[in-house]
């Protein structure tokens, strides 16, 4: 199953609730979040075309799915060392995932509805939320280890543009098994793409 939306969403939270219900009704649920398969900054990010290029190179999806996802689909156990990567790090470090004998794989990021991955799921959830909301709880959380306004312009420069390349080419509302509304406000949001 994928959990999917924009950052800041709460893809997180209502990721950890599906992987809560599941484990209730006696599942045995994996949860992962992508994130920790993020590019190390020299090439996640870049000055030329930088929300093109965050769209294209923010995670490791290759080793995400070959080193993890797919092995741990079809075997149901594994324990495996990846590279991980932290949000600000310049490094990577060593995790070390274990899972034995698991019913329900729950993977949690953005762009998990772009068409190469889509196969990959049974049921996938996209978290409706707008931008405007997305941002005031990355800035409450501290969200990337940031002051407020560098916050803010890392998410209006590149992380909510790039998704808005990702609705252009992807369209994974469309995509999605369920769509979840994740944001208080009504339904008449300010972005283009709600």
Known sequence: MAVSGIDGSGKGFVAARIVEALRARALRAAGVNSD???????????????????????????????????????????RVTVDHADETA??????????????????????LLKPAFRAYYDLSVWIECSF??????????????????????????????????????DDPRRAATLIVDNDPRPATRADPFS
Not at 136 to 146: D, F, S
Request: proline share 6%.
């Open 132 to 169: 405007e909301t997305a941002l005031e709880r990355a800035v409450n959380r501290a969200q990337e280890g940031l002051p407020p306004h560098e916050t803010m312009h890392a998410y209006q420069s590149i992380y909510h543009p790039a998704q808005q390349i990702h609705f252009v080419r």
């Open 90 to 111: 310049t490094g990577y470090r060593e995790e070390t995932y274990a899972f034995d004998d698991v019913d329900v794989i729950v993977l949690e990021g953005i762009y």
């Open 36 to 78: 920790g398969w993020l590019n190390l900054p020299d090439r996640r990010f870049s000055r030329v075309n930088p929300v093109e290029h965050f769209y294209l190179h923010a995670i490791r999806f290759d080793e995400l799915f070959a080193g993890l996802v797919l092995p741990l689909r079809d075997r149901r156990s594994l």
